[in-house]
């Protein structure tokens, strides 16, 4: 009877340590830096994905934060019909992820950050450096059908978008993306909340900054500068939404 009393506690114990861990590992944040040096499995700041699309593609859901630096897009949008060239690349949020920048690479609360002092760049300048004619058109793309879907955006600096292509379009969701809008963020559909991001230096036809399609767009403490139209909202277009 002994031993199948402490066999029991044994097993009782095993299964409440299974149990912390996998809280534990269900609430770690992926990591990304580009200077990491481990295996590169996103598990902690030492072993850190490199690039910010790796973290996107082995995410399913939590937080993401990111080291500074500077990361251009190098995939297109999950389901793309219709993409064709580097152009279409983008850094495409999803559902139930979000994304904090502004880290030195060693903090453990996110309280710790420091979004001054840590910029993490999300930069469409993917071709030759300062020549924007073969930039990306979104840096960042947030698409989906409903308002059901959430992504945060929160401590980056966008830079280096250009929308530039007169109603040429691609489809995403079932979304028709189009190439004019939202150099900097393209958002359509969802519940996106846009939090301390400084978005400079895109251009569009219309939303160089910013374009919002439908959905719900929460924007608190974000900075807009440098950014152009050739039609509508230099900063921000936003419409049906």
Known sequence: MQVLYVRAQWVALSLLLWLFSAVLS??????????AMGVNDGSSWQNAFTDLQSALDNTASGEIWVAAGTYKPSAYPAGCT?????????????????????FAGTETMLSQRDIAANPTILSGDIGTVGNASDNVHHVVLAVFATTT?????????????????????????????????????YTSGG??????????????????????????NTLTNNSLSGNTADFGGGGIFTYYS
């Open 26 to 35: 269900a609430q770690s944040p992926a990591y990304v830096d580009d200077g």
């Open 191 to 216: 519940t996106n909340t846009l939090t301390n991001n400084s978005l400079s230096g895109n251009t569009a036809d219309f939303g160089g900054g910013i374009l919002s399609f439908q959905g719900t």
């Open 82 to 102: 219709g993409c064709a060239t580097n152009r279409d690349f983008t850094f495409q949020l999803k559902d139930g992820i979000s994304l904090y920048g502004g």
């Open 149 to 185: 879907p959430t992504t945060r955006l929160d401590g980056f600096t966008i830079t280096g978008g250009n929308a530039d292509v007169f109603r040429g379009s691609i489809t995403v969701n079932g979304e028709a993306i189009y190439r004019d809008s939202g150099g900097g963020i």
